[in-house]
C-alpha cells in the first residue's frame, strides 16, 4: 500500500514541482512592425467596401530593409491595414474601385508606429457628359 502511493505521489505531485518550458527553445525576436491602416470613404462620406488597396514602397536610396508590393481590399466598413517593417520608408497608397476614380496617397513610416490614411474617392465621369 505504501508503494502505491508513493508511485501515485510520483505521478501527481512531482511534474507539478518541474520547471516549466517554455516550449520554444530558440526563437527569434519578433521583427518591429510599423501599421498602415485607414478607411475608404465615397461621396457624400459613406464607407466604400470592395476598394482594391495596393501598396507599394517608393523608390529611395537604398532601402535597409526590401518591401515588397501588398495588395488589400477594404472591408465592409471601408477600412485596410498593412502591416511594414518599423524602417524609415515612404509609400504610395493606390485606391482603385469600379465606378470611381482611382486616387494615390503617401506615407511615411519612420519607425515602429500607426499611421492612419483616410480617402474619400469620387464618382467616374460617365461618358458622354462634359
Same mark, same amino acid.
Given at each position: 500500500? #505504501?508503494? $502505491?502511493?508513493?508511485?501515485?505521489?510520483? #505521478?501527481?505531485? @512531482?511534474p507539478?514541482?518541474?520547471?516549466l518550458?517554455?516550449?520554444?527553445?530558440?526563437q527569434?525576436?519578433? @521583427?518591429?512592425?510599423?501599421?498602415i491602416?485607414?478607411?475608404?470613404?465615397?461621396?457624400?462620406?459613406? @464607407?466604400?467596401?470592395g476598394?482594391?488597396?495596393?501598396?507599394?514602397?517608393?523608390?529611395?536610396?537604398?532601402? $535597409?530593409?526590401?518591401?515588397?508590393?501588398?495588395? @488589400?481590399? $477594404?472591408?465592409?466598413?471601408?477600412e #485596410?491595414s498593412f502591416r511594414?517593417?518599423?524602417?524609415?520608408?515612404?509609400?504610395?497608397? $493606390? #485606391?482603385?474601385?469600379?465606378?470611381?476614380r482611382?486616387?494615390?496617397?503617401s506615407v511615411?513610416?519612420s519607425g515602429e508606429e500607426?499611421q492612419?490614411?483616410?480617402?474619400?474617392?469620387?464618382?467616374?465621369?460617365?461618358?458622354?457628359?462634359?
Amino acid at each position: 500500500m #505504501f508503494r $502505491s502511493r508513493c508511485i501515485c505521489w510520483f #505521478f501527481i505531485v @512531482a511534474p507539478a514541482a518541474l520547471p516549466l518550458q517554455s516550449g520554444s527553445r530558440s526563437q527569434k525576436p519578433k @521583427a518591429s512592425v510599423a501599421i498602415i491602416s485607414g478607411t475608404v470613404f465615397r461621396e457624400p462620406g459613406f @464607407a466604400l467596401p470592395g476598394v482594391e488597396i495596393l501598396l507599394q514602397p517608393d523608390a529611395g536610396p537604398t532601402p $535597409s530593409v526590401k518591401v515588397k508590393k501588398m495588395k @488589400a481590399v $477594404s472591408d465592409s466598413r471601408g477600412e #485596410f491595414s498593412f502591416r511594414v517593417p518599423a524602417v524609415p520608408m515612404r509609400y504610395t497608397l $493606390s #485606391f482603385q474601385a469600379a465606378g470611381h476614380r482611382p486616387e494615390q496617397k503617401s506615407v511615411t513610416v519612420s519607425g515602429e508606429e500607426r499611421q492612419d490614411v483616410f480617402v474619400t474617392l469620387k464618382p467616374a465621369a460617365k461618358e458622354g457628359s462634359q
